[in-house]
């Protein structure tokens, strides 16, 4: 099976940085999209920023030129810089593997699927 694991949330006053992490194990042929997600408390979960396997990146409105994300395809990992932090990205983050190719041993052409991390919560002080 796929596991994601995520790192390097915390607490932060509002105009500074934090770097999240993310790692995806398992028997992965590949990932098509891994990005990282938030939730907020009372509002529903919504997209932060993707990256696809050909390198095409999405970011929500409210985190563009602060955030930027990354992927290491070799390692299936996904970084999220973020810059410039304010109280509203609080948050639940979470990380999100879309489109994974994995192998069990029991299947030769793999299966696919897709994963979240357990989230990691970021908090940004006023």
């Known amino acids: 099976q796929v596991q994601l694991v995520e790192s390097g949330g915390g607490l932060v006053e509002a105009g500074g940085s934090l770097r999240l992490s993310c790692f995806a194990s398992g028997s992965i042929g590949r990932i098509n999209t891994m990005g990282w997600y938030r939730q907020a408390p009372g509002k529903q979960r919504e997209m932060v920023a993707t990256r696809s396997s050909s390198g095409a990146t999405q970011y929500a409105d409210s985190v563009k030129g602060r955030f930027t994300v990354s992927r290491d395809m070799k390692l299936n990992t996904v970084d999220l810089q973020m810059k410039s932090l304010e109280p509203g990205d609080t948050a639940v983050y979470y990380c999100?593997?879309?489109?994974?190719?994995?192998?069990?041993?029991?299947?030769?052409?793999?299966?696919?699927?897709?994963?979240w991390g357990p989230g990691t919560q970021v908090t940004v002080s006023s």
């Open positions: 999100n593997a879309d489109g994974v190719l994995y192998f069990t041993g029991a299947d030769a052409l793999g299966r696919w699927g897709d994963y």
